[in-house]
């Protein structure tokens, strides 16, 4: 049997977090991840036209990241 964990962690001004859910299968655990990546994205408005090394995102097959400083 496979599972899947779909792990949110947050170190920032705010907080210092890690949470996880459990998912059966890939296409819900995917699809809540990049669902979760898109709110993040729109909530803090981020500039995801300006990437550099302490400013940058992804979302790319299994992981996705927001870097902002030293905020993640």
């Known amino acids: 049997m496979t599972i899947y964990v779909l792990q949110y962690l947050?170190?920032?001004?705010?907080?210092c977090t890690a949470e996880t859910e459990l998912y059966a299968s890939d296409?819900?655990?995917?699809?809540?991840?990049e669902a979760a990546y898109a709110d993040t994205i729109r909530r803090i408005k981020f500039d995801v036209s300006r990437q550099s090394e302490a400013h940058n995102c992804s979302l790319n097959g299994r992981t996705a990241s927001i870097v902002d400083g030293v905020d993640y």
């Open 10 to 15: 947050e170190d920032s001004d705010d907080r």
């Open 27 to 33: 296409t819900p655990a995917r699809a809540a991840m």
